[in-house]
């Protein structure tokens, strides 16, 4: 369980660290390292330049702009969960912060890093996925924007540049009426879900329901939306939720591994997807009369 | 080879290291403390626990090139004045008189992820320690005693009558 050898700079801009990329194609990125060095450890990734973005100060940043919350790459997953901004505008990623791992790897793990590693597990990708979350690269002086709906394309793979740098993920921020749910099922705490889903229901003024998001995470090779549409022309009754979850789910692709069967893995996920958008409603109004 | 300096329990420790040498084995081969256990050296046991500027991290999934100029606190350092006073904290005073350990191996990442919480969750639920030890295995699987002696270590810092951290002077009088 010892790392190959390999170089390591410790860049002081994000520029800096855009040349160091550049200068090997066997570089990575290394940023609170809770996946990477595992990596690491086993041989799995066997990197010749490792390039640690912990000291440049601009990615730890959490900016308000009008439409979006912006998480720099270096935020850690302990302070995104404590954060009075994401609790206020991405009550969605606080509800899934306490389902990732457990404190000691959140205290060193990162936003951006679970993001750019993409467990088909990952609590966060799955917030992204739902959320329609913006991911930004830097790829030597330009920028590059990602859709989280298009940025997960299989197990640990992505759609990144590969000589691009993750500088932040920008969440939009929830309407004024919002409600959220979020749940998994794993063998243990902070082991990896077997199922999970994510939604959030944005209401209008009047109460009517403006958007409804629903993602499924762990089940297949990457988190996915679910195409719940169909639910805004309802009250959001029980029987409605069930009945649209139920046909959306039956598009998703998912896999078998020791743990669990792909059939399991599905019949679980549709019943949290269905907990998880009866909480998001129940957190705005009471359920309404059948 | 790149230098680094890293406190442990207080004292500097200056070494040029490769960058794949873990904090973990720093700590152990390098600072020489063998009290910070190495269990499956990929990040699931939680054996090597120790507290990083207050923080309760896994030392084998932190380099030691990441954790140049920055405070370390191991098994060894938590006892009263960094561990230089011969005395246990009082988490792990509780721990043995809750019987908190069997084989022991486990028994130093328990130790310091319950210091972690205590510093910052003076009255903890079970619920919250059953959270803070959530990813620490202890193969003996004696888990309801250490929860038993945390909330034993919670009760007696809640009652007494000087503050500290851990490895801090237990000498401070609460006003």
Redesign the interface.
């Known amino acids: 369980?010892?790392?190959?050898?390999?170089?390591?700079e410790?860049p002081r801009t994000i520029d800096e660290a855009c040349e160091l990329l550049a200068s090997n194609s066997n570089a990575r990125i290394?940023a609170g390292?809770?996946s990477l060095?595992?990596m690491?450890?086993?041989r799995l990734s066997r990197p010749s330049l490792?390039i640690?973005i912990?000291h440049i100060k601009d990615l730890s940043e959490i900016v308000a702009t009008d439409t979006h919350i912006e998480i720099g790459a270096m935020v850690r997953q302990?302070v995104a969960k404590n954060a009075k901004m994401i609790q206020e505008y991405i009550p969605l990623l606080s509800k899934a912060l306490h389902h990732v791992?457990?404190?000691?790897?959140r205290?060193?793990g990162t936003i951006g890093g679970s993001i750019a590693h993409a467990d088909p597990s990952a609590e966060i990708a799955l917030v992204a996925v739902t959320l329609g979350a913006e991911i930004t690269y830097r790829v030597g002086d330009d920028d590059h924007m990602f859709d989280a709906t298009e940025f997960f394309i299989g197990p640990m793979l992505t759609v990144a540049p590969p000589d691009g740098c993750l500088v932040k993920v920008g969440f939009p921020k929830t309407s004024k009426i919002c409600g959220t749910g979020f749940y998994e099922v794993a063998p243990?705490?902070?082991d990896y879900a077997l199922a999970s889903a994510a939604a959030q229901i944005n209401f209008d003024s009047k109460g009517a329901a403006k958007t409804i998001r629903v993602g499924v995470g762990s089940i297949g090779d990457f988190p996915e939306r679910l195409d719940v549409d169909h639910l805004l022309n309802t009250d959001l009754n029980d029987e409605s939720i069930i009945a649209t979850v139920k046909t959306a789910i039956t598009e998703i692709e998912t896999v078998d591994d020791l743990h669990a069967s792909a059939e399991y893995r599905k019949r679980v996920a549709a019943h949290l997807a269905v907990k998880a958008l009866q909480t998001a409603r129940d957190e705005v109004r009471e359920a309404p009369a059948k | 080879m790149?230098q680094v300096s890293i406190e442990v329990n207080g004292k500097t420790v200056t070494a040029e290291v490769?960058?794949?040498l873990?904090l973990l084995d720093f700590i152990r081969d390098v600072a020489g403390l063998k009290g910070t256990h190495a269990g499956?050296?990929?990040?699931v046991c939680?054996a090597c626990?120790v507290l990083v500027e207050g923080?309760?991290?896994?030392s084998?999934?932190?380099?030691a090139?990441?954790a140049d100029e920055q405070e370390v606190i191991s098994i060894e350092g938590v006892g009263g004045d960094l561990g230089r006073s011969g005395e246990l904290s009082i988490v792990q005073d509780a721990f043995c008189e809750a019987h908190g350990l069997q084989c022991g191996y486990c028994t130093p990442g328990m130790v310091l992820?319950a210091e972690?919480?205590l510093a910052d969750t003076p009255n903890p639920t079970e619920g919250d320690i059953?959270?803070?030890i959530?990813?620490n295995i202890c193969r003996c699987t004696g888990y309801v005693q250490i929860v038993e002696a945390v909330m034993l270590a919670a009760d007696r810092l809640a009652n007494r009558n000087y503050k500290s951290k851990p490895g801090q002077p237990s000498d401070q009088t609460l006003g």
């Open positions: 369980m010892k790392p190959v050898n390999f170089d390591y410790r290394l390292g809770q060095i595992p690491l450890s086993m490792l640690d912990a302990a791992g457990h404190p000691p790897t205290a060193r243990r705490r902070s | 790149i490769e960058p794949r873990t499956c050296e990929h990040g939680g626990t923080n309760a991290i896994r084998c999934l932190v380099l090139v990441q992820v972690a919480l059953r959270e803070a959530s990813g």
